[in-house]
């Protein structure tokens, strides 16, 4: 099955500095690559996906990039704000049964 | 669009107990996930409908947790009888594509 490790498990950064959260996968038949954000005592949300034919997205100051060939995927947040301070996870999904296998977590604090 | 209900929020029993959650999807959403969520881990997929069959239900510990999905639409998830490793957040997610909207999720603790 597919193997997600995620690095680091905890980050604190300071306001307006830039983070990165860095996953590696293990199964190449995985293509769909999402980002959830998940603050104390709720839900996932999903904030960013790549898909496997793309190799940078961006959405404002998130940004996500996809090396395939080494199987890893990063999460760059820049200009990070006290809203930001949540555990993020990182997730892989393989085309062939679409099951979703997730990272362990970064738990992300920015100070203010 | 209303989003993934879930209930009941929190609850809390004794081992050997059994307790029984239940999702309601996003409408129109075929597929539905069961995921365990442990302290400072991540999601981990326990069950996986397509309308109302399974697709995948390779981790979920068949011995002791049951979970239906009766008309393709609401599901429950069932443990009997927990286990103090069984504390947890039970969290219900749908899909109509790829991407899966999560519901609130369950606390269980079990004493």
């Known amino acids: 099955g597919e193997n997600v490790e995620q690095h680091p498990s905890t980050l604190s950064v300071q306001e307006g500095d830039s983070a990165v959260i860095k996953c590696t996968y293990s199964d190449s038949a995985s293509n769909y690559f999402p980002w959830y954000k998940q603050e104390l005592g709720k839900r996932p949300q999903l904030i960013i996906d790549?898909?496997?034919?793309?190799g940078e997205k961006k959405d404002q100051r998130i940004a996500v990039t996809l090396n395939k060939t080494a199987k890893h995927f990063s999460l760059h947040i820049t200009e990070t704000q006290p809203e930001d301070s949540a555990v993020y996870f990182c997730a892989a999904r393989r085309s062939n049964d679409y099951k979703l296998s997730f990272g362990a977590g970064t738990t992300v604090t920015v100070r203010a | 669009e209303a989003g993934v209900a879930q209930s009941p929020r929190y609850k809390i029993i004794e081992k050997r107990q059994s307790v029984a959650f239940w999702c309601n999807p996003i409408s129109g959403h075929a597929t539905l996930y069961w995921y365990q969520q442990i302290l400072g881990q991540g999601p981990k997929l326990l069950i996986q409908f397509q309308n109302n069959g399974v697709v995948d239900d390779s981790q979920l510990p068949k011995d002791r947790f049951s979970a239906e999905r009766l008309k393709g639409v609401d599901s429950t998830l069932k443990i009997q009888p927990a286990k103090l490793e069984d504390s947890a957040v039970y969290l219900c997610?749908?899909?109509?594509?790829?991407?899966?909207?999560f519901g609130p999720g369950t606390r269980l603790t079990v004493t």
């Open positions: 997610a749908s899909s109509f594509s790829h991407e899966q909207y």
């Open positions: 790549i898909r496997s034919n793309v």
